[in-house]
């Protein structure tokens, strides 16, 4: 079969989002292709291609599907030979060629990605080499024992460290890691940013690298234990964002790894895209400006004051500061650093207006004597709102934790009650409906291979015949399609195939209530937890 332009995006509606994944189908049924593509449209070119022309290509294929290739052509001529056919109007319409010509088509552009072309091609036929004298066991000067590693955060440069990883680890034909470090701080992280860590990790996926998530509290020690334990010979991090100021008092996870790596080649990337940068929390950003947490500290400042004057004539001076001191206390637990600031500001205004002579006035008689006090006031509320701060990050990632395994030890352990089949499957959809809050279906296909609801909770009315067979392909193909993936994704389910001994014995449908385009990562974790126990449960109780 004859295919044109492999990086094609498909018309909403059609059997996969991608071009490429039509042709992946036509493999696997063992049909032979003939199919095109740009230089600039290979996923790990992406990023050179971006520095070379200034535009990020949107439509790519991974290079896992260029791999499937048993054979590569380079379809080259020179710049000159490719502006004259542009001029006279063989591969656009005039008006159009005109505007190419002197934007994307530039003679520099056009060598750039010539030169890029032909790197690919070589790099590819050496590759071929080397797996022929492999096979026929000719001796020569193997490239042997490099392994390299790239350490992804949340921000928009995690894609392009991908990348760099994966051509690295092309040229040098070695295994590659892509290694995350769960840490206390990365909860501050927004959605945007776990979606770009998703990203990452699906685009490593796609490029055959391994995805390695590591809990940890420090960084630099985490990554440099794994890269140790996995013989790690380079390790590739992105350019710290961490102002001055934060690096004069605590220096950054790429600074302490390129510190301590001792023998292993530590390479710093700048970032690969203009957007990059952390992405914060903008809904924590938005809480602290909520007029709550600025009225209520300057309140409680106001409350504290009234009682020390109303109690003056009972309470030594000494005893003041202290009073004082409770209101930022709370207010740094209750709301936060800004709301922990803004009580010491009060205090230090209140005090100094009521409580140091001459009173009612912001003239202090003896500085020295007060001014440990003002200190103390800032210092008592920037830590403890600090440290209240990394407590509540630590219990909300303690706590998210806690969930997943015991939703899955409870799912496990309804599963092994002991009761028919209907009722514990049954019990399953009630699980992962509560668990998800969506409507949930278990497909199992009978003696004829015709797919149909075993058991079912929430809305079916949309699991019509055009769902079915998106989850029939789920079954033939054992791979996820629906909403939230790119194959067959205009319809409202997600369809997770239930793998037992290699081959798909039943489909795991969700239907989740949201408007989100994707699943997140927790999310999709949890996920693929209950399809394996559930493949592993219908795998023994159901006949095939």
Same mark, same amino acid.
């Not at 096979?135 to 440069?157: L, Q, S």
């Given at each position: 079969?004859?295919?044109? /332009?492999?990086?094609?995006?498909?018309?909403?509606?059609?059997?996969?989002?991608?071009?490429?994944?039509?042709?992946?189908?036509?493999?696997?049924?063992?049909?032979?292709?003939?199919?095109?593509?740009?230089?600039?449209?290979?996923?790990?070119?992406?990023?050179?291609?971006?520095?070379?022309?200034?535009?990020?290509?949107?439509?790519?294929?991974?290079?896992?599907?260029?791999?499937?290739?048993?054979?590569?052509?380079?379809?080259?001529?020179?710049?000159?030979?490719?502006?004259?056919?542009?001029?006279?109007?063989?591969?656009?319409?005039?008006?159009?060629?005109?505007?190419?010509?002197?934007?994307?088509?530039?003679?520099?552009?056009?060598?750039?990605?010539?030169?890029?072309?032909?790197?690919?091609?070589?790099?590819?036929?050496?590759?071929?080499?080397?797996?022929?004298?492999?096979?026929?066991?000719?001796?020569?000067?193997?490239?042997?024992?490099?392994?390299?590693?790239?350490?992804?955060?949340?921000?928009?440069?995690? /894609?392009?460290?991908?990348?760099?990883?994966?051509?690295?680890?092309?040229?040098?034909?070695?295994?590659?890691?892509?290694?995350?470090?769960?840490?206390?701080?990365?909860?501050?992280?927004?959605?945007?940013?776990?979606?770009?860590?998703?990203?990452?990790?699906?685009?490593?996926?796609?490029?055959?690298?391994?995805?390695?998530?590591?809990?940890?509290?420090?960084?630099?020690?985490?990554?440099?234990?794994?890269?140790?334990?996995?013989?790690?010979?380079?390790?590739?991090?992105?350019?710290?964002?961490?102002?001055?100021?934060?690096?004069?008092?605590?220096?950054?996870?790429?600074?302490?790894?390129?510190?301590?790596?001792?023998?292993?080649?530590?390479?710093?990337?700048?970032?690969?895209?203009?957007?990059?940068?952390?992405?914060?929390?903008? /809904?924590?950003?938005?809480?602290?400006?909520?007029?709550?947490?600025?009225?209520?500290?300057?309140?409680?400042?106001?409350?504290?004051?009234?009682?020390?004057?109303?109690?003056?004539?009972?309470?030594?001076?000494?005893?003041?500061?202290?009073?004082?001191?409770?209101?930022?206390?709370?207010?740094?637990?209750?709301?936060?650093?800004?709301?922990?600031?803004?009580?010491?500001?009060?205090?230090?205004?209140?005090?100094?207006?009521?409580?140091?002579?001459?009173?009612?006035?912001?003239?202090?008689?003896?500085?020295?004597?007060?001014?440990?006090?003002?200190?103390?006031?800032?210092?008592?509320?920037?830590?403890?709102?600090?440290?209240?701060?990394?407590?509540?990050?630590?219990?909300?990632?303690?706590?998210?934790?806690?969930?997943?395994?015991?939703?899955?030890? /409870?799912?496990?352990?309804?599963?092994?009650?002991?009761?028919?089949?209907?009722?514990?499957?049954?019990?399953?959809?009630?699980?992962?409906?509560?668990?998800?809050?969506?409507?949930?279906?278990?497909?199992?296909?009978?003696?004829?291979?015709?797919?149909?609801?075993?058991?079912?909770?929430?809305?079916?009315?949309?699991?019509?015949?055009?769902?079915?067979?998106?989850?029939?392909?789920?079954?033939?193909?054992?791979?996820?399609?629906?909403?939230?993936?790119?194959?067959?994704?205009?319809?409202?389910?997600?369809?997770?195939?239930?793998?037992?001994?290699?081959?798909?014995?039943?489909?795991?449908?969700?239907?989740?209530?949201?408007?989100?385009?994707?699943?997140?990562?927790?999310?999709?974790?949890?996920?693929?937890?209950?399809?394996?126990?559930?493949?592993?449960?219908?795998?023994?109780?159901?006949?095939?």
């Amino acid at each position: 079969v004859l295919v044109d /332009e492999l990086a094609h995006t498909n018309l909403p509606g059609s059997r996969h989002e991608k071009r490429f994944q039509d042709v992946k189908e036509l493999l696997d049924a063992g049909i032979s292709v003939l199919t095109t593509l740009n230089i600039q449209h290979i996923e790990s070119a992406v990023d050179v291609v971006y520095q070379i022309t200034g535009v990020r290509q949107q439509e790519t294929v991974p290079d896992h599907i260029l791999e499937l290739a048993g054979e590569i052509e380079v379809v080259d001529v020179s710049p000159e030979a490719l502006q004259q056919r542009l001029a006279e109007g063989k591969v656009y319409v005039p008006d159009k060629a005109k505007q190419a010509m002197h934007r994307f088509f530039r003679r520099g552009n056009l060598l750039a990605l010539r030169e890029l072309a032909l790197r690919y091609a070589a790099r590819r036929i050496d590759k071929d080499m080397r797996s022929y004298m492999q096979r026929k066991t000719i001796a020569g000067p193997w490239r042997a024992g490099a392994r390299i590693m790239a350490c992804v955060r949340p921000d928009g440069n995690a /894609e392009g460290l991908v990348r760099v990883a994966h051509g690295l680890a092309a040229d040098l034909d070695a295994p590659w890691y892509v290694v995350y470090v769960e840490s206390p701080q990365a909860s501050q992280a927004s959605d945007p940013g776990r979606d770009a860590l998703t990203r990452s990790f699906n685009l490593a996926e796609e490029l055959g690298g391994k995805v390695v998530i590591l809990p940890g509290t420090r960084i630099a020690d985490t990554v440099l234990d794994f890269a140790h334990d996995k013989n790690v010979t380079l390790i590739i991090v992105g350019l710290s964002h961490q102002s001055r100021w934060h690096e004069f008092r605590q220096s950054s996870a790429t600074a302490d790894i390129t510190r301590k790596a001792g023998p292993i080649h530590v390479l710093v990337v700048g970032d690969t895209d203009k957007t990059a940068g952390p992405v914060r929390s903008h /809904e924590a950003r938005a809480a602290r400006q909520k007029w709550t947490s600025i009225v209520s500290p300057v309140a409680l400042v106001g409350c504290a004051a009234a009682v020390c004057a109303l109690l003056h004539r009972y309470i030594s001076p000494s005893d003041v500061p202290l009073v004082m001191l409770l209101p930022v206390v709370f207010s740094s637990v209750l709301w936060g650093l800004v709301p922990g600031l803004i009580s010491s500001a009060t205090a230090i205004v209140a005090f100094d207006l009521f409580f140091v002579p001459p009173y009612f006035s912001f003239t202090i008689g003896d500085l020295k004597q007060y001014a440990p006090t003002f200190l103390i006031f800032i210092i008592v509320g920037v830590v403890t709102s600090l440290l209240e701060d990394t407590i509540l990050r630590q219990e909300t990632r303690g706590r998210q934790r806690e969930r997943f395994v015991s939703t899955v030890y /409870e799912f496990s352990h309804d599963l092994m009650a002991g009761r028919s089949l209907e009722e514990n499957l049954n019990q399953a959809t009630r699980d992962i409906a509560e668990a998800f809050n969506c409507d949930v279906a278990i497909l199992i296909p009978d003696s004829h291979g015709v797919v149909a609801p075993r058991a079912s909770i929430g809305n079916l009315q949309t699991l019509d015949d055009n769902a079915i067979g998106v989850a029939t392909w789920t079954l033939n193909q054992g791979l996820p399609a629906g909403h939230g993936t790119e194959t067959l994704s205009h319809i409202d389910w997600s369809f997770y195939p239930l793998i037992a001994h290699e081959r798909a014995i039943g489909i795991l449908g969700i239907q989740l209530h949201g408007e989100s385009p994707s699943t997140p990562l927790e999310q999709r974790q949890l996920i693929d937890a209950f399809a394996n126990i559930l493949a592993l449960f219908v795998a023994r109780n159901v006949s095939s």
